[in-house]
């Protein structure tokens, strides 16, 4: 968090905290439309957020994959539903999933501090700044996809094949018997 | 690549205050009087000029929309995994990165082209299964 400059943590902050915000309103809200909206405006600070950290090409594509194309798959799906205005109803499973929840992010924050993440040294911050700080990650992804060597190609073409599958998956799915 | 970020900010900062600009000006004439109300049947219609709106809008969707809405994902997520290799491909970004070499250029075009043949076979399948038909 210290290499962040000023700018970058407060816009940090801004989205973080509407972004949970939103979140909380997601599961509060019982209108289930503006339950997808406020969804919507989640995945939206999670761009932001991937902004402020620089990672612009992970912005880009969390609001054209997420904002364009999951939220009118979510808003769909709500419009698809019958009682959209009472949806989100509470019922008497509430403590248990209080307890699994409590339980799920309790082990969350465990991983969280357990897990010893990999700092870089002041040296190659530096080596690091100077090739990627200034200019856009969109060319380096594409090197790292396309290297010769060491690139990540059949993860790419196995990327294709399961957006195949996701493909005749859904039109089995949907299709007229 | 961060100053370009902040532009963005600021367009978003426009974006946001301008609706809410167009929303608030006449909720502020309105409550401090500079404009008065008399509310009729017309004007508190939904549209005050066009159709006569007939029936709720909350209506359920033809579940056929969901088919045309999971292909667009699908095309959006290809669209995705395109875009840095067209960005490199054409050295749109590159700064003083320089752009590939005839060989890697041609080795990348090959690995998209058969990325693009994958999804282009569940294209041909849809277009088989007439889903992109309506009926």
């Avoid at chain 2, 600009?21 to 939904?46: F, M």
Wanted: hydrophobic letters at 60%.
């Amino acid at each position: 968090m210290e290499q962040l400059g000023t700018g970058e943590s407060v816009a940090f902050w801004i989205f973080a905290v509407l972004g949970v915000t939103a979140a909380i309103g997601v599961v509060a809200v019982k209108n289930l439309f503006r339950a997808a909206l406020l969804l919507v405006f989640c995945f939206f600070t999670v761009a932001g957020i991937y902004g402020s950290l620089s990672a612009d090409f992970m912005a880009v594509a969390q609001v054209l994959v997420y904002m364009g194309a999951i939220s009118v798959l979510i808003i769909f799906a709500v419009m698809l539903t019958r009682d959209l205005r009472h949806g989100n109803p509470f019922n008497r499973g509430w403590a248990w999933a209080l307890v699994i929840c409590a339980a799920l992010m309790g082990l969350l924050v465990f991983v969280f501090i357990d897990t010893s993440w990999p700092t870089i040294e002041a040296t190659q911050v530096e080596a690091v700044n100077q090739v990627g700080k200034d200019e856009a990650t969109t060319s380096a992804i594409a090197e790292s996809i396309f290297d010769k060597d060491f690139g990540f190609l059949l993860p790419f073409e196995i990327a294709a094949a399961m957006i195949l599958a996701a493909v005749i998956g859904a039109i089995a799915l949907v299709r007229d018997k | 690549m961060l100053e370009n970020l902040g532009t963005l900010g600021l367009f978003l900062a426009v974006a946001i205050i301008f609706p809410l600009l167009l929303i608030g000006l006449p909720l502020i004439l309105r409550y401090s009087g500079v404009i008065p109300q008399n509310p009729s049947e017309a004007k508190q219609d939904t549209y005050e000029c066009g159709m006569k709106p007939f029936k709720e809008a909350w209506t359920q969707f033809n579940f056929h929309y969901y088919t045309f809405a999971i292909l667009f994902v699908v095309l959006d997520v290809m669209s995705v995994f395109i875009f840095p290799w067209a960005a490199r491909f054409a050295g749109i970004d590159k700064g003083d990165v320089q752009v590939w070499e005839r060989g890697d250029q041609i080795w990348a075009l090959v690995a998209v082209i058969v990325f693009v043949v994958i999804l282009l076979i569940g294209f041909l399948y849809a277009w088989k299964k007439k889903a992109l038909e309506w009926k």
